[in-house]
């Protein structure tokens, strides 16, 4: 069963307001992607996943679904800083991959020790800076986590 027939046998439950209401706080996978608390839809595009937001004609990209849910939260909750923070990592960490597949194509064609120790050091470089900035966007999406894990639990009936 699809999320959007679990929302129509819901509907038939429960009243359409109460629905609504809970489409705020929830990511619904759809056919193109996933539409988040209703605001934000994530579609899969060449370049990685598209953010666009409903009410406006807003769009990013992000390589992975994982950094766009984590800007969705943060942009939501009214967490913009972080919300530009996630971004910024994103496209670092991604010219960070392109700059390592270019090195490592040079390492593989050059003949020069000079040259392959330079390419070495500076995938080494690379690898470094890719794994504090993938430490700083895993704390940042751990941060979201937590108002998801926050929203529900305000919300949920005890």
Known sequence: MTDKELFKAIEKIIDSNTVNNLKKFVIIKESNGYRVFEKYLITKTFNGFE????????KHTF????NALTWCTLYDRNKIVEAQRVKFLDSIITGLNMSNLLLESYLKKTKERDKKFIYLNKIVENKLKYNSLQTEISILSNTAKKYQLGWLSQTSYK
């Open 51 to 58: 953010v666009s937001q409903l009410n406006s004609d807003t």
């Open 63 to 66: 390589m992975t679904v994982k």
